[in-house]
């Protein structure tokens, strides 16, 4: 079946350390690829996506490339501030020939703090 | 923001009362979900529907009930709360991608429910 696995963290960092949090996934086919942030009592907000192998999703100096050879997208960013504190999901979409429902296969989340 | 709002915010409720959850939706989407986030677990799928009356398990169905009688609106029922179902409950709707299948989730606030 579909199935997610992402670094369970916690990761602390300084501010304007480098970031990666990984994540890898077994999926019949080509799923879409996505990753989610959720602030502190918030829900979660799509950071960004890539719907085929080696297309690049940013957003907010956040990057990740969907790399099919090593079934991974992880999460990157240069340079973290303060205000990236959160909890991150991987998810992926399983490619609509596969029939069935829409749902997404989410990971059990990676929280980040970062320090000043 | 995705138009989606969840009622109430939240909910302390006692053991052995029904308690229902609504979601409310003006994107005009097929497809909805309830999902239930616990430390440890991620993010679980308790049910979702693809349209007005059809509705299908998730992985933790059991003693939760769902109904949707219109487009918009897609209620979570706990028939008899238990503390175990003490959790923050999240709804969402999708909207497939234009290009490589599957889809894209958007989240609500969120319900924190509490059961003594």
Redesign the interface.
């Known amino acids: 079946g579909n199935s997610v696995t992402q670094m369970e963290g916690p990761v602390t960092l300084s501010e304007e350390a480098f970031l990666t949090i990984n994540c890898t996934y077994t999926a019949t086919g ?3 690829l ?1 990753w ?1 942030v959720q602030y502190p009592g ?5 950071l960004l ?1 890539a ?2 192998a080696d297309d690049k999703g940013s957003n907010k100096g956040f990057e990740a490339t969907y790399r099919k050879e090593t079934t991974s997208f992880h999460l990157e960013k240069g340079s973290v501030q303060v205000s990236d504190s959160a909890v991150y ?1 991987c998810a ?6 596969q029939g069935g ?4 296969v ?4 990676t929280k980040l703090t970062v320090n000043p | 923001d995705a138009g989606i709002t969840q009622s109430p915010r939240h909910k302390v409720t006692e053991t052995g009362t029904p308690v229902t959850l609504r979601c409310h939706q003006t994107e005009n989407h097929r ?1 909805m ?1 309830w999902y239930r986030q616990d430390p ?4 679980r ?1 308790i049910h ?1 529907s ?1 349209g007005v009356k059809d509705t ?1 398990k ?1 992985e933790v169905s059991d003693g939760y009930s769902v109904s949707r009688s219109k487009t918009e609106d897609f209620l979570l029922t706990l028939e008899s709360a238990t503390s175990s179902q003490t959790s923050v409950y ?1 709804c ?1 709707i ?1 909207q ?2 234009t ?12 319900t924190r429910l509490l059961v003594l």
């Open positions: 080509y799923p879409s996505f989610y918030e829900g979660l907000q799509l996506k719907t085929k999901f992926l979409s399983p490619p609509q020939t429902s829409e749902k997404l989410f990971g059990k989340g | 497809y979900y440890g677990h991620g993010l799928l979702y693809y299908d998730g999240f969402a999708s497939p991608l290009s490589g299948g599957g889809e894209t989730q958007y989240f609500g606030p969120g």
